[in-house]
């Protein structure tokens, strides 16, 4: 089974407004951390944001935000006001307790429009 | 200078040819991973090590050996290239959980192709 699924090959979304990354996990370990990393067409990882499976709020960097819901095994990536800037393909990652590595997703491109 | 460094960045070579892929790193940390990425398939784990006698097989170990020559550095070899092969190549390092998030610092990549 998958243990990190994002169903969204690509997206569009205009510029200035938010849009929302969806990403779904696996795991049965309680101790767990979800992350998301941008990759831009030059190929380098860009951390953006963690969330902790014990973190009551929801994590928060800038212009990005972690939608945690913790029973509906979610963590979704809000990218609020979209920037040219922001086109890229999106990574959802996972470390189960303190896991041998990251899991990845196979990723969402983001393509924001002027 | 990056903390994590790749070399080469940019490799094309022939089928049945041995190719090495180096990473070094001046963060300080013990665990180095090397991952391989595909369009459409993410970043899939190859080996990782936690510490210099310490070498693990990740999910896509066939064909591919590692050797962690020091804490800064670890290196991927393909001993005999096939174009499957054909892929970007990225280096990482980490702290471990319990002392930070567990967070990944990538090299910039390695792109190899096989022909």
């Known amino acids: 089974a998958q243990k990190i699924t994002q169903t969204q090959p690509g997206m569009f979304v205009q510029e200035k407004e938010a849009v929302t990354l969806d990403c779904t996990y696996d795991?049965?370990?309680?101790?767990?951390?979800l992350f998301w990393y941008k990759q831009p067409s030059s190929g380098e990882m860009i951390f953006l944001i963690y969330?902790?499976?014990?973190?009551?709020q929801n994590a928060t960097e800038g212009r990005y935000s972690l939608n945690f819901q913790k029973a509906r095994k979610s963590a979704n990536l809000v990218i609020s006001a979209s920037q040219l800037g922001d086109s890229a393909m999106y990574f959802c990652?996972?470390?189960?307790?303190?896991?041998?590595?990251?899991?990845f997703g196979s990723g969402t491109r983001l393509q924001v429009q002027p | 200078d990056a903390d994590v460094t790749q070399t080469p960045r940019n490799r094309i070579t022939k089928t049945g040819k041995r190719i090495m892929l180096e990473c070094s790193q001046t963060?300080?940390?013990?665990?180095m991973y090397w991952y391989r990425q595909d369009p459409g398939l993410g970043l899939r784990l190859i080996y990782y090590?936690?510490?210099?006698?310490?070498?693990n097989k990740g999910e896509i170990s066939d064909g591919y050996s590692v050797s962690r020559q020091a804490q800064a550095k670890f290196s991927l070899s393909l001993e005999s290239a096939i174009p499957n092969q054909t892929a970007l190549y990225f280096c990482?390092?980490?702290?471990?959980?319990?002392?930070?998030?567990?967070?990944?610092?990538f090299g910039e990549g390695s792109r190899l192709t096989v022909l």
């Open positions: 090590s936690f510490d210099v006698k310490d070498i």
């Open positions: 795991t049965s370990d309680p101790s767990y951390g």
């Open positions: 990652a996972m470390r189960e307790g303190d896991g041998r590595a990251l899991t």
């Open positions: 969330q902790g499976s014990y973190d009551q």
């Open positions: 990482a390092t980490s702290d471990p959980a319990y002392l930070d998030t567990g967070e990944l610092f």
């Open positions: 963060k300080g940390h013990d665990r």
